[in-house]
Structure formats: C-alpha cells, structure tokens
C-alpha cells in the first residue's frame, strides 16, 4: 500500500514537473514573441510619425489603403508616448500595440460639461456674487429684478430639461 502512495506521489511530481517545463517554454516563446511584436509596431510608428511631417493634413487620406484613421493616430500617439515611458508597462502603450485588448468605455461615465459651459458658469457666478456685494437684492428696482428674472431664462431652461 505504501508503494501504490509512494509511486502515486512520484507520477505526480513527474506531471508537475512536465508541466512547469512546459509552461516555462511556453512563456519564454510568448515573450520573444512580444518584444518581436512591440518592435514591429514601434517602428511601423516611427515611420508614421516620420511621414506625418511631410504630409501632416493628409496623412489619414494617404495611408487610408493601409490602415484606418484611427490607426494611424494610435501609431502616432504609440512614437509620442514611447519615447517616455516603458511600452511595457503600460497599459494604453499595449493596448494600441494589440497585446491588450482595448478598454470598453462605460457609457455611464460621468459627462464632464465642456470649457465653455464651465467657463461661462463661473464668470457668472463670480460677476453675480461681487455685485450682491457691492448692492444686495433687497436694493434693487422693480425694473432690475425684473431684468435679473429675465436673463435667468436660459439657466432655467437648462435646469428644466436637465431634471426631464
């Protein structure tokens, strides 16, 4: 009995030990193969980046017979960010590279209002709050509160069809 559990263990050792060789190999091959790949594709950037100076408004149009517009802005995106940090290690890097599969954007991710939007909010804002300032609501004509109500339409327009 002691046989059967000593040979049991033994084929068990041999079966670890083939498999760890074989992944071994198998990660070995996986990575010449990636360097291989990361170098194609860092100078398929180069290239483009280098063409992209000689015809900078027509490079999408040139090359469209060779890869897709947003192809040829992920390759020059590839050489401008190369030259910074290690391909390797990052993420977006391998993902134009095709070595990671490319991140799904979520479609609920938060909007975030545009410059002029923002721009215009807080221009308001401050403006508004340095004449209260200077002279409170409670001092103000019929007329500008008046005037003040109208010019608060589109703002209420926006809030309506923001809550719809």
């Not at 479609?107 to 300032?133: D, F, H, N, W």
Request: with cysteine.
């Amino acid at each position: 009995m002691a046989n059967k559990h000593t040979e049991s263990r033994e084929n068990l050792i041999q079966a670890i030990r083939a498999s760890h060789a074989k992944a071994e190999h198998d990660v070995a091959w996986a990575r010449r193969a990636m360097d291989k790949a990361i170098a194609s594709k860092l100078e398929t950037a180069a290239l483009t980046e280098t063409y992209s100076r000689k015809a900078k408004h027509t490079i999408c149009h040139d090359l469209r017979g060779i890869m897709s517009g947003e192809e040829v802005k992920d390759h020059m995106c590839l050489h401008r960010i190369s030259k910074r940090r290690a391909l390797k290690s990052d993420k977006r890097q391998l993902s134009i590279v095709g070595l990671l599969d490319k991140s799904v954007r979520n479609v609920a991710t938060k909007v975030q209002p545009s410059k002029t939007v923002s721009t215009i909010m807080t221009k308001t804002s401050k403006e508004l709050t340095k004449k209260l300032r200077q002279r409170p609501v409670t001092a103000w004509t019929v007329e500008e509160k008046e005037n003040f109500k109208r010019s608060l339409a589109p703002y209420l327009q926006i809030l309506k069809e923001s809550q719809e």
